[in-house]
């Protein structure tokens, strides 16, 4: 866990694709997209940086057995990573578990931080119908 700067492991071309059409037919999911703000943010950051904020975040947030404020733990706005998460329904372990399978209960491990990471930043990089600089409109 010490080479945050790379590629996240745990996510295959082939099942973001499948994560990404499931995703789309979401249309509480389908809707977030970056605002300028958030955009002129992730773009100043650059991905490196966002990955770090995403390992920070699962890690404190989502990660320990019983996550404090379970289901309401991650702002709807206020960074480019919750947005993502939202997004990705990668959001709280009720999520992670609807959506990824992952059981809530305990701690999560290192293997399914690094995927809810890969699945951001791949969201972050490609997000379902759309580019990250496209605001919209
Ligand atoms: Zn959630």
């Not at 499931?22 to 997209?33: D, K």
């Not at 940086?49 to 699962?58: G, I, K, N, R, S």
């Not at 989502?62 to 990573?81: E, F, S």
Request: a positive charge; glycine letters at 8%.
């Amino acid at each position: 866990m010490s080479d945050h700067d790379a590629q996240p492991p745990g996510l295959t071309r082939e099942a973001w694709d499948d994560l990404r059409a499931r995703l789309a037919r979401s249309r509480f999911r389908s809707r977030f997209r970056l605002n300028e703000r958030d955009a002129a943010y992730a773009a100043n950051q650059g991905i490196p940086t966002l990955c770090t904020h995403a390992y920070e975040f699962v890690g404190a947030r989502l990660a320990p057995a019983i996550p404090k404020n379970d289901g309401r733990q991650t702002p709807m706005r206020g960074h480019p990573v919750f947005v993502a998460q939202h997004a990705t329904a990668t959001c709280c372990r009720g999520c992670l578990h609807k959506w990824h399978r992952i059981p809530a209960g305990r701690p999560l491990s290192d293997d399914e931080v690094g995927y809810a990471v890969a699945v951001i930043m791949a969201w972050l990089g490609a997000p379902p119908g759309g580019d990250p600089s496209d605001t919209g409109d």
